[in-house]
């Protein structure tokens, strides 16, 4: 099981997760390029090359295919895998994410332009409160931990990833992607429900499910609703052991 975190995120996140899951699977948390405690990164971003690190880590484990769970940035990046080397996924939990993150109007347009300038202008520290606000409108603790956290982020890695992810488009390619596949929507979440719902009827393999009273953040804000429709998931697979060596 391969966990893979969203934009200025890191491993930590998914602690509950590695929790519930590691009784029963062998659970690896990654840290993408320029997150948590791996190297900053080198060169064009783009997320095939946050695909080839998650390929590089399957191959340093000696592992043939893998559950890919991936929530925001990390499931467009689980996403890209399966259309990499869909010979390695053995299926995906897609979790607040999207197959195509490029503006599609102009609402989007404005929030994308926002989220730049307040990063340039301002720095992480601003965004990373205003974001929080909508993260864990609930939860004053989470929004301190997320903000304290978010902030040590180096603006210009979470730049050039954001404008990566504001790049990247494979709806047109989902039919391609014949993995047992889990879409998971937040019911708060950013992302509007029926293009959650579109993007699992465009995928061969896809169920879909909607977590109630859930924001972005779903794993940490919801993590026993979220690891129960995990677990239930991958119980209905045929395979409960996709760790071979090479």
Same mark, same amino acid.
């Given at each position: 099981m391969l966990l893979v975190h969203g934009l200025g995120?890191?491993?930590?996140?998914?602690?509950?997760?590695?929790?519930?899951? %590691? =009784?029963?699977?062998?659970?690896?948390?990654? $840290?993408l390029a320029g997150h948590g405690l791996s190297d900053k990164l080198n060169g064009q971003v783009d997320l095939t090359v946050f695909a080839r690190q998650l390929l590089a880590v399957l191959n340093a484990e000696n592992i043939d295919r893998a559950h890919i769970v991936g929530l925001s940035l990390g499931?467009?990046?689980?996403l890209q895998l399966a259309l990499d080397a869909p010979q390695r996924v053995a299926s995906l939990v897609i979790a607040n994410s999207r197959a195509n993150f490029r503006p599609q109007d102009l609402r989007d347009q404005l929030q994308a332009w926002q989220r730049l300038w307040l990063i340039k202008l301002f720095g992480l520290g601003l965004l990373s409160r205003l974001i929080a606000r909508r993260l864990f409108p609930h939860s004053a603790a989470l929004r301190q931990h997320f903000v304290q956290r978010n902030r040590q982020n180096?603006?210009?890695?979470? /730049? %050039?990833?954001?404008? %990566?992810?504001?790049?990247?488009?494979?709806? !047109?390619?989902?039919? $391609?992607? !014949?993995? =047992?596949? /889990?879409?998971?929507?937040a019911e708060h979440d950013y992302y509007p429900l029926p293009?959650?719902? &579109?993007? %699992?009827? &465009?995928? =061969?393999?896809?169920?879909f499910a909607v977590i109630d009273n859930?924001?972005? &953040?779903?794993?940490i804000e919801r993590p026993q609703a979220f690891n129960r429709y995990l677990l239930d998931f991958l119980q209905t697979l045929p395979e409960q052991a996709p760790y071979v060596a090479l």
């Open positions: 995120s890191c491993s930590d996140d998914w602690r509950a997760q590695i929790t519930a899951l %590691a =009784p029963s699977h062998t659970v690896l948390a990654v $840290d499931g467009a990046v689980a180096d603006k210009n890695v979470y /730049l %050039a990833t954001l404008k %990566a992810l504001l790049r990247w488009n494979i709806h !047109h390619r989902l039919g $391609d992607i !014949h993995c =047992p596949t /889990l879409i998971l929507a293009a959650s719902r &579109a993007m %699992a009827t &465009a995928l =061969p393999q896809a169920q859930a924001h972005h &953040a779903v794993s």
